[in-house]
């Protein structure tokens, strides 16, 4: 079985900035360097026939991806408890349009559609129950922004998880280019 996701890997200087915030909530599980991305849309485990499907699926989708920038910090949450910090990514909707065009090119491969709103972020921790109050953290970056970058391809990535968490690793990149 192959555990699949689409991302968009934002450039170096972008994860550096990113890695510069990662403090400041006792027994957070920050991301490293190779685990930061922005997922287009998660797949899941699927066997290497479909795996093959959804590579083959994601060559058909064009798109002129326009410059992107950080904006602001968020947090997800289950039943009002923080399991995630994430860093939110501007203009929101290119990147929904794109997930959309993603989402169809896997449907046309088998799977069942994205059934959860698309909300464009860099996850920047995992949260678990014994994670410290998040609150300054929020309010410290709320106002997080970035100069304008650009990301020229989406990758799709296989994950592995081991005891020391997700591994990403890229099995197909695809141009993002317009038709």
């Known amino acids: 079985m192959h555990r699949l996701f689409v991302a968009l890997r934002p450039p170096a200087a972008i994860r550096d900035l990113l890695i510069d915030l990662m403090d400041g909530v006792d027994g957070a599980r920050w991301q490293d360097d190779d685990q930061l991305h922005l997922t287009l849309r998660y797949i899941g485990e699927v066997d290497s026939r479909t795996a093959d499907d959804v590579a083959a699926a994601l060559t058909s989708i064009r798109f002129d991806l326009p410059a992107l920038r950080l904006s602001g910090c968020g947090m997800f949450d289950t039943r009002g408890r ?83 968490g997700a591994s990403y690793e890229p099995v197909e990149r695809y141009a993002l280019t317009g038709s």
């Open 82 to 164: 923080p399991n995630a910090l994430w860093a939110g990514v501007a203009p929101r909707e290119p990147l929904a349009i794109l997930h959309k065009k993603v989402d169809q090119a896997l449907i046309r491969a088998g799977l069942e559609p994205e059934h959860r709103a698309y909300v464009p972020h860099i996850t920047l921790a995992r949260l678990p129950g014994s994670a410290g109050p998040v609150d300054g953290f929020l309010a410290r970056h709320a106002a997080l922004s970035s100069a304008d970058f650009s990301i020229a391809h989406m990758t799709l990535y296989e994950s592995h998880l081991g005891s020391a």
